[in-house]
């Protein structure tokens, strides 16, 4: 297998679930290389993602670090061995690495959960919307860089038109339906434009509107992918330097449980299709 000198954040956790599987295996990198009949570096190398792993080596890991998981262990696999080339890849050197990523995340992703407060999720936003935000950004980007995300965005996009969709379901807060990004012309073409995508049968759309009198301690946005398995499930989140994933068995439990809490809290999918069309009216 060859080096790398930017692992893609796929890349990246399956070198995170193969360290842990060898921790959780009690086996320290210099012992799990003499099993394997390797030196540590290249164990090193594995679990820093600079390398990759062929199947047969992933196999003979995860049998001596005694994980009995078939699935995990296949999915695994599956990440190992994938040499695809995805249509982000025309955007390498041009877009942030975090563009690519998550295009990446979602191509592999089994369902998505969105939560978002401000703004209209980005897989539901139309051209429009999507210019209007970025136009927003400071300090203010190239013309020509802001036409790259959004086109990116809409290229994202296609992957709810798929012939073989992955379920999605945004929660969606009323300020963020009431916000005029891009003018009033353009935020009457998104809510007709989420009515529009919430009627297909892999999409759901819950509003969460100001007057809920329980909802009051959950304010954190987020995206949520599902793995494989769900152990491979990814939070994705925008912080202050940038784009975050989150990986860890403890957090994608707590952000299960956020997104439960969201979702009972919101109204359901007839009510807020009822309640974007009574907002587009008003506009």
């Not at 086996?27 to 009949?37: I, K, M, N, Q």
């Not at 679990?47 to 047969?56: I, K, M, R, W």
């Not at 995860?62 to 982000?88: F, I, N, Q, S």
Request: aromatic letters at 6%; glycine letters at 6%.
């Amino acid at each position: 297998m060859g080096s790398r000198r930017e692992p893609t954040a796929r890349q990246l956790r399956l070198a995170v679930e193969l360290r842990r599987l060898r921790e959780a295996s009690g086996l320290s990198a210099r012992e799990a290389a003499a099993l394997l009949g390797v030196n540590s570096v290249q164990i090193s190398q594995i679990e820093a993602g600079t390398t990759g792993v062929s199947e047969q080596r992933l196999r003979r890991m995860a049998a001596h670090y005694a994980c009995t998981d078939g699935e995990l262990v296949d999915a695994l696999v599956a990440m190992a061995t994938d040499r695809g080339r995805g249509w982000w890849e025309e955007y390498r050197g041009l877009l942030p690495t975090s563009f690519l990523d998550l295009s990446e995340l979602e191509c592999h992703a089994t369902f998505r959960w969105d939560v978002d407060f401000l703004h209209v999720p980005g897989l539901l936003q139309t051209e429009g919307y999507a210019r209007a935000l970025f136009s927003r950004r400071i300090p203010e980007l190239p013309c020509e860089e802001l036409e790259l995300r959004v086109r990116h965005r809409m290229q994202r996009r296609l992957g709810m038109e798929s012939t073989r969709p992955m379920p999605y379901e945004a929660l969606v807060h009323e300020a963020a339906l009431r916000i005029r990004v891009g003018g009033r012309a353009t935020l009457q073409d998104q809510l007709a434009n989420l009515l529009e995508l919430s009627e297909a049968e892999h999409v759901t759309v819950r509003v969460i509107p100001f007057d809920l009198e329980e909802f009051a301690d959950i304010t954190a946005a987020m995206a949520y992918a599902g793995g494989a398995v769900p152990r491979l499930d990814t939070v994705v989140r925008d912080g202050p330097d940038g784009t975050v994933f989150v990986d860890s068995e403890a957090q994608l439990g707590v952000f299960r449980t956020l997104f439960r809490r969201v979702k009972a809290a919101s109204l359901d999918p007839e009510r807020s299709r009822d309640f974007i069309h009574r907002l587009t009216k008003e506009l």
